[in-house]
């Protein structure tokens, strides 16, 4: 079979990780009292993440989130990327067409707790330059889920990853998000046009829908009359992340199971993503229908279409070099 699946498990925790995509299918978290279930939305069929378009607890790049018009110039060079997200105007959204969501990933390793995969990118694959190669391991430690990141190229190229799980810590059964508490470690966030792309600005946060400094329910202000609300259809929106290296960055809790799941992060950003876009068509695990705002994404990553912003943080990557980042959500 060409879809295989993977199981990680330690006392806390127990994961699922297909190699297609790399993606996370499924993660068992205990509640106040012990009793485990699964957190995170999925697909029935395994087989059915060689497509999943709502990118289900992949694993995303080369690039996550969107590059503006599908091009960048790098050393003097402009590099056309394909174009697979948007309207009349159309931009690179997660990497192109066939992204690192829906190839087939090498399982170079694995153990009880861990699983360490890798892709070969070829130069040219959808239009980015380069050869990169990529492993992220995926390892559970304590009540931690842990992500590893690691990429090498032979050509200079632009690189983000990131991955793609859906929250619901009352199940991913469960039918919205907008009760679970939210606190985000950032005192700004990068404003967007109607489509999703950055302006360059980085915004403070203060007297805004944005302020997650203070925890609150994520549907508090979801419907505030904000233009940056409408053009995201919610929030979906890149956090400015304060600090620096391994940090805490975000918790999210749900009060009546009791669980908390904290995000702890190396990376400059975080996108807040409430599913905004999910609309009940998509039957999932158990033919469970997500509904509208049924989940929480928190996708750690540099700032979306940064290539294209000189102010935002660099992703370059050039030979000899070493892209490096982890993630971790820990769960209390």
Not at 104 to 133: C, H, M, N, T
Not at 156 to 183: I, K, M, R, W
Not at 288 to 310: G, I, K
Request: with cysteine.
């Amino acid at each position: 079979m060409l879809v295989q699946s993977y199981t990680l498990e330690n006392t806390g925790l127990k994961a699922e990780i297909l190699n297609v995509g790399g993606a996370i299918r499924s993660l068992y978290a205990p509640d106040r009292n012990g009793d485990a279930i699964d957190v995170v939305h999925g697909l029935e069929d395994p087989e059915e993440y060689l497509d999943n378009p709502s990118y289900f607890g992949a694993l995303v790049g080369r690039y996550a989130n969107q590059i503006a018009y599908g091009r960048f110039t790098l050393n003097g060079r402009q590099y056309n990327l394909a174009r697979n997200f948007g309207g009349e105007v159309k931009h690179n959204l997660h990497g192109g067409d066939v992204g690192f969501n829906k190839v087939i990933w090498d399982v170079l390793e694995v153990k009880r707790e861990s699983i360490l995969l890798q892709y070969i990118s070829p130069d040219g694959d959808e239009g980015f330059p380069g050869e990169v190669a990529t492993t992220v391991e995926y390892s559970l430690s304590d009540n931690a889920l842990c992500i590893d990141y690691t990429a090498k190229t032979d050509q200079p190229t632009v690189v983000s990853l990131t991955n793609h799980a859906y929250f619901n810590l009352n199940g991913h059964d469960a039918p919205t998000v907008l009760d679970h508490e939210l606190l985000i470690a950032a005192d700004a966030y990068t404003p967007i046009d109607a489509g999703g792309i950055p302006s360059g600005e980085i915004r403070d946060v203060s007297e805004s829908p944005f302020d997650f400094r203070t925890a609150k329910p994520i549907g508090r202000d979801i419907d505030a009359d904000d233009i940056q609300i409408s053009y995201g259809n919610g929030y979906d929106h890149n956090y400015v992340l304060n600090g620096s290296g391994m940090r805490f960055v975000a918790s999210l809790s749900h009060v009546d199971s009791g669980r908390c799941m904290e995000v702890w992060t190396t990376k400059p950003g975080m996108q807040l993503y409430t599913s905004n876009y999910l609309d009940g068509s998509v039957k999932g695990k158990g033919g469970v229908c997500y509904p509208f705002r049924s989940a929480v994404c928190l996708e750690t990553q540099y700032h979306p279409d940064s290539p294209n912003h000189p102010g935002f943080p660099s992703t370059v990557l050039n030979p000899g070099e070493i892209y490096h980042h982890r993630t971790e959500y820990r769960f209390s």
